[in-house]
C-alpha cells in the first residue's frame, strides 16, 4: 500500500450499493475519487473509474492515512450494516481532518452517535421510506443531498413514458448518466434492484448523477 500525497474531492469507504454508485458517478463527472473497501473484487471493478482503489482489511487512522483518506475534500463513509465499523471509521476519518464527513446509518441511534462525532448522516437505505412520506410534493424532484455544485442523489416521482417499462428498457444509465440506487413502491423500499422490474405509477426512484443530468431525466417525464 503506498502512501498518498495527493488531493481529492472525494473519498468512499465500503463499496456496497450505494458506495459503488456515488463512487461511479463522481468519477464519471470528472471528480478525483479514492475509494476502499476489504474485498478485492469489489476494489478490482471501481479500478476502470479511478486508480485510486484500495483494499484494506482494517480501517484504523493509521491504514487511512498511509492510503491518503485525509487529502479528501469529503468523504463518505458507506458502512451502515457493521455499526461499531461505521462508528469508529467515521471517528478516524473525522480525527484525521477532514473537511467533511457523511456517514451512511441505518437508524436513526446509529445517527445520533454519528451526528455527535461530527459527521453529516444520511439514511438511504432503511429510513427512506418515512423521510419520503413526509416530504412528498407536487412535483416529481425531491431534492435529497446535494454533493456538490454538479453531482447530488435525488428523488425521484415516476410518471409518463416510464410507466410500465423495466429498468432495463429505461437504460436511465445509458440515457442520462444516472444510477438508481433505491426503489420505493407504496410503503416497501428495495435497494436490491432487479434489472426487470417494471415501474408503476407513483414509484419513488433514487437516483445518483450530474445535475443537469437529473434535469434532463425530469423534462422526459413531463
Not at 119 to 126: K, M, N, R
Not at 140 to 169: A, F, H, R
Amino acid at each position: 500500500m503506498r502512501k498518498s500525497r495527493e488531493t481529492y474531492s472525494y473519498g468512499i469507504i465500503g463499496l456496497g450499493r450505494f458506495g459503488t454508485a456515488l463512487a461511479k458517478t463522481l468519477a464519471e463527472a470528472g471528480e478525483e475519487v479514492i475509494v476502499i473497501d476489504n474485498t478485492e473484487s469489489k476494489v478490482k471493478e471501481l479500478r476502470q473509474y479511478t486508480e485510486n482503489a484500495f483494499v484494506a482489511e482494517t480501517l484504523t487512522k493509521e491504514v487511512l492515512e498511509e492510503i491518503g483518506i485525509q487529502n479528501c475534500d469529503t468523504v463518505v463513509v458507506c458502512i451502515g450494516e457493521k455499526i461499531d465499523t461505521s462508528i469508529l471509521t467515521t471517528l478516524n476519518v473525522v480525527s484525521l481532518g477532514v473537511p467533511r464527513v457523511i456517514a451512511k446509518a441505518i437508524s436513526p441511534d446509529q445517527g445520533a452517535v454519528l451526528e455527535k462525532i461530527g459527521a453529516q448522516v444520511v439514511y438511504p437505505e432503511s429510513d427512506m421510506a418515512v423521510r419520503l412520506a413526509n416530504r412528498l410534493l407536487a412535483n416529481s424532484v425531491l431534492d435529497y443531498i446535494s454533493l456538490n455544485n454538479n453531482v447530488e442523489i435525488t428523488e425521484i416521482k415516476l410518471s409518463g413514458s416510464l410507466v410500465d417499462k423495466s429498468i432495463v428498457e429505461a437504460d436511465l444509465r445509458k440515457k442520462f448518466g444516472l444510477n438508481i440506487i433505491a426503489i420505493e413502491r407504496g410503503n416497501k423500499t428495495d435497494i436490491e434492484i432487479n434489472p426487470n422490474y417494471r415501474f408503476s405509477e407513483g414509484d419513488i426512484i433514487v437516483v445518483v448523477g450530474k445535475k443537469d443530468n437529473v434535469q434532463k431525466f425530469e423534462d422526459s417525464l413531463n
